[in-house]
Structures are given as structure tokens and as C-alpha cells.
């Protein structure tokens, strides 16, 4: 019954972070990345939640920053800090669909971010990336608008 009822609340979790999105970024709780300032990934090593006096609309999402200079680093140049796939997990897309992500499975591979859908994903995710990134963005866009 207990095991039952883990795999209901792990459902129920997938279907409200994802909600079927057609948004081209993966959006929880309104933000995107779940409100993890994008930027501090690469000057910082680490995930840095952003906060609500730095932020910026892009991409129809709201894109959170620890500070100012990285909110104007990032209005520079979104492209070159936001992750690819949109936030959504990079397995996911190379398997031609969206899922939602962890924050604290970052990676950044030849300069780009990347997010899966938990560590195990993450995982497989690092063993075959090079061939799975090829997929993922053969698929993504046809995939980025679609639910």
C-alpha cells in the first residue's frame, strides 16, 4: 500500500511540474528553472536560487538572478546561459519527450547547461551524452511547442 501510494504522489508531482506545458522552457511554480539563477551556474559552479527583485521575462518565462550583474548578463546574451532543451531533461528530449528536471543535476557540456529528470537519469544521462545531446536536438524543435 505504501509503495502504491509513493508511486501516486511521484505521479501526481510529474504531472504538476510538467502540466503538460507547451512552453518551449520548463516552468515550475511560475518560474523558470524553478527560480535557479541561470548565470550562477557557470560563474559559480553551484545552483543559486535567484530572487524576485532580479527578474526577467524571456522566452514566456520568468528567469530569476542572485543579482544585478547577472540579470544584465544574462539580458546580454540569454542564449548562452539558459539550458538547452529549455529546462526540460535532456534524456527525456534525445527520447523525443519533454520531462520535468532537479536542479541539482546540472552539468554544462562544451558551454551549454543541461538539466535532468533526477541523479539516476542523470546517470545513464552522462555515460552516452555526446550521442543523446545529438538526439535530443534533432528532436527539440518539433518538440518545443508541443505538450
Known sequence: MKKTILIIIVLLQYVNDSNAQKSP?????GKAIKGYDPVAFFTDSKAIKGIDSFSYVWNEATWLFASENHLNEFK????????Q???YCAYGTAGNHKAPTQTDTWTIVNNKLY??????????W??????????????WPTLKNKE
Open 115 to 124: 538539466f535532468n529528470y533526477n541523479q539516476a537519469v542523470k546517470q545513464k
Open 25 to 29: 522552457v520548463f516552468i515550475s511554480n
Open 85 to 87: 532543451f529549455g529546462g
Open 126 to 139: 552522462s555515460s552516452q551524452q555526446d550521442s543523446l545531446i545529438k538526439k535530443a536536438e534533432f528532436h
Open 76 to 83: 546580454l546574451n540569454p542564449e548562452k546561459y539558459a539550458p
